[in-house]
């Protein structure tokens, strides 16, 4: 009986790691967020504008430094993280003088999209004075094709050895990692780095959309039943935690070398990945279908009736996907009509009980509370949102973009302007986790900032 439970859940996960969604934004444009959440943080009532320098400055200025503090963090990383993969020692970074490959061999070391661009600008929020400086295209910045989302967004150009606000610096850079950073990494993602990575095949998503490739450093499955692990053991290959120790590490180094503005903004990476925690889609796989009825289901697939699981997964990838686009839309209108009472501001500026931040803080506290409100998050999606967007799996959401760009729009007329506040107050209730999260996760590097 126990085998047949394994095949049945097996082939769920065989279909699921091919379908999860491939946009896997957690949060859309998390300056939104982040900017509301930190912006009466006290560390800013003393934090001295920073000095704006290319990465390349940075990387040969602590080069020597740099070498060993990797080479001791890999080992801390394989140690500590238990589903790591490795980094190769091949690509271990050396510090070898030269000017010319120092990006890209930092790139590889960390294991990051080697076109990562990572120029000197800031993301500014609706209503911010650019102060005169340029405006800045999405396609300099990262290395998508599809930009379609970032064409409302204000980018300014920062000039090398500008001074700039540290708040500004992290806030920016909480959104730089949903630019690029986590693509091609795999052994099939057809790419030269990919090949020589580590991390092997792409363990879900289908590795021929841009955008799949960086599910696994955005997601990770902490808390499902010890049987779907033994079928689909794909799902502990996600390495989130991996980013965000490896990130917050580079941030504290950068602080520990007097360069702040790079410790800044390697905090700000590391944040987004702690922020995607609070995105229940992220923390578990099929939010609303129970262990019992994912093996049930499976059954009808083994039967010949996968119609479930096709079903089971289109609605979960379409209450994913506009879970996302109201949180933006909603956003956006917030800031624009700077409604600083909106649920959104008030659950960011007042967020759960902070908690200390550590490993089991990431892989039980926080992760553990997103997973656990998965499927009440799911069903009020179901109830709030117009029937065919997230409840009929013969629709694919994403073609349906003048609704989705009109959301509460359309949900006010089907299912009344109740239903908007209510799936308001229910995102509200994720915002204030996102808000703990990060909070707590600035407050150790701002720990660790002034021990040095």
Not at 82 to 109: C, H, M, S
Not at 119 to 128: S, T, V
Not at 234 to 256: C, G, M, Q, S, V
Not at 427 to 439: E, T, V
């Amino acid at each position: 009986m126990k085998k047949n439970l394994l095949t049945s859940a097996a082939l769920l996960f065989c279909m699921l790691s091919a379908s999860l969604m491939p946009e896997v934004n957690a949060w859309s444009e998390h300056p939104l967020l982040t900017g509301p959440a930190l912006k009466n943080h006290p560390v800013w009532a003393t934090a001295a504008p920073v000095r704006a320098t290319h990465l390349r400055t940075f990387l040969l200025e602590t080069e020597k430094e740099l070498e060993l503090f990797l080479a001791q963090h890999e080992a801390w990383s394989r140690a500590n993280l238990p589903n790591y993969a490795p980094r190769p020692d091949a690509l271990a970074f050396k510090a070898t003088g030269n000017p010319d490959d120092i990006v890209e061999r930092f790139y590889r070391a960390i294991r990051i999209n080697p076109h990562t661009k990572a120029p000197l600008y800031l993301h500014l929020l609706p209503g911010d004075d650019s102060l005169g400086r340029p405006r800045a295209h999405p396609a300099d910045l990262c290395t998508l094709t599809g930009l379609e989302l970032m064409q409302f967004t204000h980018y300014v150009w920062l000039k090398d050895g500008e001074m700039v606000s540290p708040f500004d610096v992290l806030v920016t850079a909480t959104d730089e990692p949903d630019y690029g950073l986590d693509l091609g990494l795999f052994a099939d993602s057809n790419t030269p780095y990919g090949d020589v990575y580590g991390f092997g095949n792409q363990p879900f998503g289908n590795p021929k959309l841009e955008y799949s490739g960086q599910a696994p450093f955005h997601m990770a499955f902490y808390h499902e039943a010890g049987i779907l692990y033994a079928a689909g053991p794909f799902l502990k290959r996600t390495w989130l935690d991996y980013r965000i120790f490896l990130f917050k590490a580079l941030a504290e180094f950068a602080f520990h070398k007097s360069q702040d503005y790079w410790g800044w903004r390697f905090a700000g990476w590391g944040m987004h990945y702690v922020g995607d925690i609070s995105q229940p889609y992220h923390m578990k796989p099929l939010p609303g279908v129970s262990t019992a009825r994912m093996i049930r289901i499976n059954l009808q697939s083994m039967m010949g009736a996968p119609k479930a699981v096709n079903n089971a997964v289109q609605l979960v990838s379409n209450r994913h996907a506009v879970m996302e686009v109201y949180q933006q839309l909603v956003s956006l209108e917030m800031h624009n009509g700077k409604n600083y009472e909106h649920p959104f501001y008030k659950a960011l500026q007042n967020p759960a009980p902070l908690q200390p931040f550590s490993y089991d803080f990431i892989l039980r506290t926080a992760s553990g509370t997103s997973a656990a409100k998965g499927k009440a998050t799911d069903k009020a999606l179901a109830k709030y949102i117009p029937h065919h967007m997230v409840s009929d799996p013969s629709v694919e959401v994403s073609t349906l973009v003048t609704e989705l760009m009109n959301l509460m729009q359309e949900i006010e007329k089907e299912k009344g302007p109740d239903a908007v506040d209510a799936l308001t107050q229910v995102i509200a209730g994720h915002l204030r986790d996102y808000s703990m999260h990060i909070n707590s996760y600035l407050n150790d590097v701002i720990r660790v900032k002034e021990a040095h």
